[in-house]
C-alpha cells in the first residue's frame, strides 16, 4: 500500500488540486471579462479537470467517501433545471451534500454552464454578460469550481495527514 499511497493516490490528488486551480483562474477571468478567448481558455481547463479527476475517482475512501465527494464532483447526467433553478435563486456558495443537489454541482454541472447553457460561444458569452442575470451565472460558476477546490483540498491534506493509517490498514 505505501507503492500505491506515494506513487498513485498522492500524485493524482495533487495533479487534480493544481488542476482545479487553474480552472478556477480561468473562471475568474471569464466572470471578469467574457470573451471568446476566455471562454476557450476555461473550456480547455474543464477538459484538463475531467481527466484528472478520471485519476482520483476510484479512491472514493476516508474523507471523499465523508464528504460525498464522487457524488458532488461527477454526478451525470446533470441536471439543468436544477442549474438553472439555483442560478435564478443567485445561489453563490455549495453546502454540504444533499440528495437534491444530485446533478448541480461539480464537473458535469460547470460543464453545461460553459458549453450547454446555450448555442454557440457568442450566446454562452451574451448570457454572462447580461446586465440583468449576468451575476448570477457568474456566481454559480464561481461557487462550483469552489467548492471542487474546498473538497479537493480537505480530501489531499486528510491524505497526507494519514499516510500510516491508509498503509497499516
Do not use: H
Amino acid at each position: 500500500l505505501d507503492f500505491t499511497y506515494e506513487s498513485i493516490i498522492i500524485p493524482a490528488y495533487s495533479n487534480l488540486n493544481n488542476k482545479i486551480a487553474t480552472l478556477q483562474d480561468a473562471i475568474t477571468e471569464f466572470t471578469t471579462n467574457p470573451n471568446d478567448l476566455n471562454l476557450t481558455a476555461m473550456r480547455e481547463a474543464w477538459v484538463s479537470n475531467y481527466k484528472a479527476w478520471q485519476a482520483v475517482a476510484m479512491f472514493n475512501i476516508r474523507e471523499a467517501e465523508a464528504l460525498q465527494y464522487a457524488a458532488k464532483m461527477n454526478s451525470y447526467p446533470c441536471s439543468e433545471s436544477m442549474i438553472n433553478q439555483n442560478i435564478d435563486l443567485g445561489i453563490n456558495e455549495i453546502g454540504d451534500f444533499t440528495q437534491s443537489m444530485l446533478g448541480t454541482t461539480g464537473l458535469p454541472a460547470i460543464g453545461y454552464m460553459i458549453f450547454g447553457i446555450s448555442d454557440g460561444n457568442a450566446n454562452i458569452i451574451s448570457i454572462y454578460n447580461d446586465v440583468n442575470n449576468g451575476i448570477k451565472y457568474k456566481q454559480y460558476l464561481v461557487a462550483l469550481v469552489q467548492d471542487m477546490k474546498t473538497m479537493t483540498e480537505n480530501i489531499l491534506n486528510d491524505w497526507l495527514s494519514n499516510k500510516s493509517a491508509f498503509v497499516n490498514s
